[in-house]
């Protein structure tokens, strides 16, 4: 069965960090760009982050640039999201995704995306 699946969610105080898990099954996760988007109760899904496949390209969302790190452990078949000085409104469920491209992963097209991982930032 092919699937992604996120751990690593959890409670943190503002300020916190928090490191994010992406492990794929059933399929190599170093034949696609991987991201991972995020959605807060009542708000759109936002993309946040992602990388390529290959180069390790990565890309940022302007509200996380300098305060997540993405990357890749393609002999673990994982991608991690490293997130540091967190804010409440990174409050939200954690989904990653994979892509044919990164450009795909970008513009939300996927062929595989987890079961997500709930992030919760105390003030």
């Known amino acids: 069965q092919l699937q992604l699946v996120e751990s690593g969610g959890g409670l943190v105080q503002q300020g916190g960090s928090l490191r994010l898990s992406c492990q794929a099954f059933?399929?190599?996760?170093?034949?696609?760009?991987i991201g991972w988007f995020r959605q807060a109760p009542g708000k759109e899904r936002e993309g946040i982050s992602c990388?390529?496949?290959?180069?390790?390209?990565?890309y940022y969302a302007d509200s996380v640039k300098g305060r997540f790190a993405i990357s890749r452990d393609d002999a673990k078949n994982t991608v991690y999201l490293q997130m540091s000085s967190l804010k409440p409104e990174d409050t939200a469920v954690y989904y990653c995704?994979?892509?044919?491209?990164?450009?795909?992963?970008?513009?939300?097209?996927?062929?595989?995306w987890g079961q997500g991982t709930q992030v919760t930032v105390s003030a």
């Open positions: 995704a994979a892509g044919k491209t990164i450009e795909a992963v970008i513009m939300f097209d996927y062929e595989f």
């Open positions: 059933g399929f190599n996760l170093e034949d696609y760009a």
């Open positions: 990388i390529s496949s290959g180069d390790d390209t990565t």
